[in-house]
Antibody
Framework: EVQLVESGGGLVQPGGSLRLSCSTS????????MTWVRQAPGKGLEWVAN????????HYVDSVKGRFSISRDNAKKSLSLQMSSLRADDTATYYC??????????WGQGTLVAVSS | EIVLTQSPGTLSLSPGERATLSCRAS???????LAWYQQKPGQAPRLVIY???NRATGIPDRFSGSGSGTDFTLTITRLEPEDFAVYFC?????????FGGGTRVEIK
């Protein structure tokens, strides 16, 4: 059974930092592209960042460039998102997503990040 | 950036009826790398269609995808109670990998 489990979310003050993690099992992690997608409360989906299989190619949505960093550890089958200089508009549920291509084949249940003073 | 516009915003239908959802791109989606996702309240999205026309694993055959270039359609031939949800399209071809705003399919 494919499983993606996000952790690390929580309440953080504006300007603060947070590191999200995604632990995976049930599929060949090192062969899959991985993505972070977020969803603000009551809103639609927003692609945040993605990384290719060996971590040599990374892409970010403009609004997080220079603030967020995506990384992966294929030995541990895990994905991370380091977030800094957090703003109120980063408040969202963050989903860890895996795919054979850039399509979201598998999704975790999400972790909530709330940025507020 | 490829902008995706979904219509209608809300579709009010009865079980057994046919649902037709549209996703229009601001420019041609390379290789028709267009996906559709279903999201129910409190749940993560689930892949329904990939590469515009292919059903994902476990998706019933009442779901079908069509289209190419800039115009794509998701059709649900006979709505079942579990199909009432929000549906998003996403282009998976070029960064940034944008989503449409979603179509809510609600029970009439």
């Amino acid at each position: 059974e494919v499983q993606l489990v996000e952790s690390g979310g929580g309440l953080v003050q504006p300007g603060g930092s947070l590191r999200l993690s995604c632990s995976t099992s049930g599929f060949a992690f090192s062969s899959y592209f991985m993505t972070w997608v977020r969803q603000a409360p009551g809103k639609g989906l927003e692609w945040v960042a993605n990384i290719n299989q060996d971590g040599t190619e990374k892409h970010y949505v403009d609004s997080v460039k220079g603030r967020f960093s995506i990384s992966r550890d294929n030995a541990k089958k895990s994905l991370s998102l380091q977030m800094s200089s957090l703003r109120a508009d980063d408040t969202a549920t963050y989903y860890c997503v895996g795919g054979a291509g850039w399509t979201g084949d598998f999704w975790g249940q999400g972790t909530l990040v709330a940025v507020s003073s | 950036e490829i902008v995706l516009t979904q219509s209608p915003g809300t579709l009010s239908l009865s079980p057994g009826e046919r649902a037709t959802l549209s996703c229009r791109a601001s420019q041609s989606v390379p290789k028709n790398y267009l996906a559709w996702y279903q999201q129910k309240p409190g749940q993560a999205p689930r892949l329904v269609i990939y590469d515009a026309v292919n059903r994902a694993t476990g998706i019933p055959d009442r779901f079908s995808g069509s289209g190419s270039g800039t115009d794509f359609t998701l059709t649900i031939t006979r709505l079942e109670p579990e199909d009432f949800a929000v549906y998003f399209c996403q282009q998976c071809a070029t960064s940034p990998l944008t989503f449409g705003g979603g179509t809510r399919v609600e029970i009439k």
